[in-house]
């Protein structure tokens, strides 16, 4: 039971490139949960999805886009990366119903 | 706009120390208030607290939800060094049932 996995842990992008950060989890969740997380900002809501084929807009949600084409993956989307967008990024996924949320490790996003 | 405040931002013990970390929201429609510790990677749940002045606990932690006054206390009793960590509050609340707003927690640094 791996919980919930993140991929890359890191990643050095150039502005203007594109990148897909993969979440997965295998506890059988329905809600997942992308945020970032910056120096003195605390963990920001990117976007959240509460099921399949569903997400919708959180706190920060500009630049960004994610699908959940299955259940236990989520994908976050930059289409043209800025050096705004350097951040940890985290997933978390949660039962439906239920407020606590189980976090992934992170992926460390480094925008030049 | 939902706000989770959290004080101190740092704090600097010593090992067998008592320390008290605060949380105050501002959240309409209130449900939920959860702490979390974040060592190096992900945040990791600890309690999560709905009713007003019940005590949870958990080992040498322990916290209390005062929703009268709108806030939270996570207690740590002798402390060690590896109860060095970011805390972070969050509260489940708001636009969204089921999102979490995050304070900007405090970072503790038990030195021996």
């Known amino acids: 039971n791996a919980g919930v996995t993140q991929t890359p842990k890191f990643r050095v992008l150039k502005t203007g490139q594109s990148m897909t950060l993969l979440c997965a989890q295998d506890?059988?969740?329905?809600?997942m949960y992308w945020y970032r997380q910056d120096p003195g900002m605390g963990l920001r809501l990117i976007h959240y999805?509460?099921?399949?084929?569903?997400?919708a807009k959180g706190e920060v949600p500009d630049g960004y886009n994610v699908s959940r084409l299955k259940k236990q993956n989520f994908l976050l989307g930059l289409e043209s990366a800025a050096p705004s967008q350097t951040s940890v990024y985290f997933c978390?996924?949660?039962?439906?119903?239920?407020?606590?949320?189980?976090f992934g490790p992170g992926t460390r996003l480094t925008v030049l | 706009e939902d706000k989770v405040v959290q004080s101190p931002l740092s704090l600097v013990v010593h090992e067998g120390d008592t320390v008290t970390l605060n949380c105050s929201y501002e959240?309409?429609?209130?449900?939920?208030l959860l702490w979390y510790k974040q060592e190096k990677k992900a945040p990791t749940f600890l309690f999560m607290l709905?009713?007003?002045?019940i005590e949870k606990k958990s080992g040498r932690l322990s916290s209390i939800l005062d929703k009268k006054e709108l806030s939270s206390i996570l207690n740590i009793t002798a402390t060690q060094t590896g109860d060095s960590a970011i805390y972070l509050c969050?509260?489940?609340?708001?636009?969204?049932?089921?999102?979490?707003?995050f304070g900007k927690g405090t970072k503790l640094s038990v030195i021996p």
């Open positions: 506890m059988n969740h329905e809600y």
């Open positions: 978390a996924s949660s039962v439906a119903g239920r407020y606590e949320q189980f």
């Open positions: 969050a509260v489940a609340g708001g636009a969204g049932s089921y999102q979490l707003t």
């Open positions: 999805s509460v099921g399949e084929g569903t997400t």
């Open positions: 709905t009713s007003s002045g």
């Open positions: 959240v309409t429609n209130f449900r939920s």
